[in-house]
């Protein structure tokens, strides 16, 4: 068959010119005359098989240091070895950032066709074919082994103590549920996001071997619902996806109001509690109720203002007066709590 001549001195064989505006969907097979469309397909570069991690979600994972910082400051309990409470807490982080990456794989692979047409998620490794399957599912499978190990070892180095691991076991099964049920309805796939933040926050005090305050338990599952609801109803603003009804959209308007006002209430009912009181020596923790509610508020006008692009949670870690609310919550914390 004759060859023709392109351009720039590229020869191709006419059944193998690549085709003007080739347009293929995720499940499409490849046609593989196109050789230049199937130079870039599955190239499965150590690039793109860290983004399949999406290392930037991993900051999440931070909330395992609540009751480790509040620990430091509780009158009733000390952590007895500081260094080996940091090692502690940096296998506890290990786990839990395997086990988070774990379960972005696996949700990417659920996705992958749905993401191909979302605009927003179109770019990511595996929708845009630029992993594979054969690559992203035994890069999950690493990643959740590792997981486990680091939590195993954990308990194993505290001689015997398995508690991490089973809260790191009751994470990992937590993710199929979330990714092939719980999301399908909207409250039970946020509740299901914020019961995977409060497994990792009790994680972090099961890691240094201190006690969890279950009202600070609540306000971590409340906030993280809050935010999850915030996410959907942020979706809703993003060009090319299936819009809501107004009546769903009033629904989660509603709903979302609730979980703020939810919210806002535990922690002020958490700061005024005899236990935290007694605990700390001081019912000046009520003074930092104002910066919550500013933090709730920034967020909200995030989702409904400024519209946070359908990821005000990735907005949230780019957004400076968020960013200084939440210092500011920190440092006060920390004077009030250290002035006690």
Same mark, same amino acid.
């Given at each position: ?8 001195? $590229? ?7 690549? !085709?003007?505006?080739?347009? $293929? ?9 196109? =050789? ?14 860290? !983004? ?7 900051? #999440? ?7 480790? +910082?509040?620990?430091?400051?509780? #009158?009733?309990? /000390? ?9 502690d807490l940096g ?21 992958? #066709? ?26 999950? @499978? ?15 180095? @505290? ?20 990714? +092939? ?11 299901a996001v914020a019961l ?8 972090? @005090? ?13 306000? @971590? +599952?409340?906030?993280?619902? +809050?935010?999850?609801?915030?996410? !959907? /109803?942020?979706? =809703? ?80 870690? $780019? ?22």
């Open positions: 068959m004759p060859e023709q001549k392109k351009p720039g001195g $590229r020869v191709y064989h006419r059944a193998a010119q690549p !085709r003007k505006r080739a347009s $293929r969907t995720f499940g499409e097979s490849a046609d593989w005359s196109d =050789h230049e469309g199937c130079e870039a397909l599955y190239t499965n570069r150590p690039a793109n098989l860290l !983004r399949c991690l999406r290392p930037g979600q991993w900051p #999440k994972n931070l909330i395992l240091l609540a009751a480790p +910082f509040f620990a430091c400051f509780d #009158k009733g309990q /000390r952590i007895a070895d500081p260094v080996r409470a940091q090692e296998l506890a982080l290990v786990a839990f950032v395997l086990l988070s990456a774990y379960a972005y794989v696996l949700n990417d692979l659920a996705d992958a #066709k749905a993401d191909a047409r979302n605009p927003l998620k179109r770019l990511r490794p595996i929708a845009a074919r630029q992993v594979s399957f054969g690559a992203a599912i035994p890069l999950g @499978a690493l990643c959740l082994a590792g997981g486990l190990a680091a939590a195993w070892y954990h308990g194993w180095r @505290a001689g015997g103590g398995h508690a991490l691991l089973w809260l790191a076991l009751g994470y990992a099964l937590l993710q199929p549920a979330y990714t +092939f049920a719980a999301r399908r309805v909207v409250e039970i796939g946020a509740a995977g933040f409060a497994l990792r926050a009790a994680a972090g @005090a099961v890691a240094v071997g201190v006690r969890l305050s279950p009202w600070l338990l609540v306000c @971590a +599952f409340l906030l993280t619902f +809050f935010v999850a609801l915030c996410k !959907r /109803r942020a979706a =809703h603003f993003v060009k090319g996806l299936p819009q809501p009804t107004a009546a769903e959209s009033r629904i989660l308007d509603l709903e979302i109001g609730v979980a703020a006002a939810a919210t806002a209430a535990c922690y002020a009912l958490y700061t005024l509690a005899t236990e935290t009181i007694a605990n700390f020596g001081t019912d000046r923790l009520v003074w930092t109720v104002p910066l919550v509610l500013l933090g709730l508020f920034r967020f909200l006008r995030l989702t409904y203002g400024e519209r946070g692009g359908g990821a005000p949670d990735a907005t949230l870690l $780019r957004d400076w007066p968020t960013l200084g609310i939440l210092a500011l919550w920190v440092a006060a914390c920390a004077a009030i709590l250290a002035t006690a």
